[in-house]
Antibody, heavy 122, light 108 residues
C-alpha cells in the first residue's frame, strides 16, 4: 500500500525550531518529487516547499524562505522539513505529498499523508 | 505569483443536483498544471482531477473538469451525500504552487 506518514509535530515557542519527518512506503520514493503543504486552523491549503528526486532542486513559498529547509534521504525513504525561527503564523497541520510531475504534461499531488500538527505559541 | 480565486465561497445544494465550481487565475495557467482536490473535515486532501480534465484513479465519472487559460471549472453532475466537502484548485508554474482559497459545498 502506498503510504506517507508524517511525524515530529508539537508545541514550540516562537523563535524555536522543529524538524518534521515523512516516511514513505509502497512506492519507489527516489522516483518522485515531494512536497510539504500546510493548513492553518480553519484556513485553506498553502504549499510550503518542493524537492526534486535527487534533492538537487528545492523551492519554497516566500513566507518560509530562509527559515525552512526541505530535504530527503532516499536510502531511508524519508522526507524532512527543518523549521527554524518559527512564528505564530506557522501554526498549522503539515502534510507531505507525493508529486507527479512531467514537464509540459502534468503536475499534481496524488498521495498525501494524514498530517502532523505544529503549534507555535508561548 | 499566480493567484487562484475560487467562486462561490460556499455553495448550498441538495443531493441529486448539479454543482459547478469555478477557479479563476490572475494570469494564464497551463492546463497541464491545473488540479482539483476534495477535502473533508479532519482528513487530508484527495486528488480528483489533474491536467484540468483528467480524473484521478478511482474518482467517479460524475466529477469532471474543464477550462483553459484563466478560467477552470469543476462540475459534479449529480451530487451524492459523500460529495459535500471543501474543494480546492491548484496550479503549478515557475517552480511554485498555489491553491485557491476553496469552495465549501454544503447540503441545502
Amino acid at each position: 500500500e502506498v503510504q506517507l506518514v508524517e511525524s515530529g509535530g508539537g508545541l514550540v515557542q516562537p523563535g524555536g525550531s522543529l524538524r518534521l519527518s515523512c516516511a514513505a512506503s509502497g512506492f519507489t520514493f527516489s522516483s518522485y518529487w515531494m512536497s510539504w503543504v500546510r493548513q492553518a486552523p480553519g484556513k485553506g491549503l498553502e504549499w510550503v516547499a518542493n524537492i526534486k528526486q535527487d534533492g538537487s532542486e528545492k523551492y519554497y513559498v516566500d513566507s518560509v524562505k530562509g527559515r525552512f529547509t526541505i530535504s530527503r534521504d532516499n536510502a531511508k525513504n524519508s522526507l524532512y522539513l527543518q523549521m527554524n525561527s518559527l512564528r505564530a503564523e506557522d501554526t498549522a497541520v503539515y502534510y507531505c505529498a507525493r508529486v507527479v510531475y512531467a514537464i509540459d504534461y502534468y503536475y499534481y499531488m496524488d498521495v498525501w499523508g494524514k498530517g502532523t500538527t505544529v503549534t507555535v505559541s508561548s | 505569483e499566480i493567484v487562484l480565486t475560487q467562486s462561490p465561497g460556499t455553495l448550498s445544494l441538495s443531493p441529486g443536483e448539479r454543482a459547478t465550481l469555478s477557479c479563476r487565475a490572475s494570469q494564464s495557467v497551463s492546463s497541464s498544471y491545473l488540479a482539483w482536490y476534495q477535502q473533508k473535515p479532519g482528513q487530508a486532501p484527495r486528488l480528483l482531477i489533474y491536467g484540468a480534465s483528467s480524473r484521478a484513479t478511482g474518482i467517479p465519472d460524475r466529477f469532471s473538469g474543464s477550462g483553459s487559460g484563466t478560467d477552470f471549472t469543476l462540475t459534479i453532475s449529480r451530487l451524492e451525500p459523500e460529495d459535500f466537502a471543501v474543494y480546492y484548485c491548484q496550479q503549478y508554474g515557475s517552480s511554485r504552487v498555489t491553491f485557491g482559497q476553496g469552495t465549501k459545498l454544503e447540503i441545502k
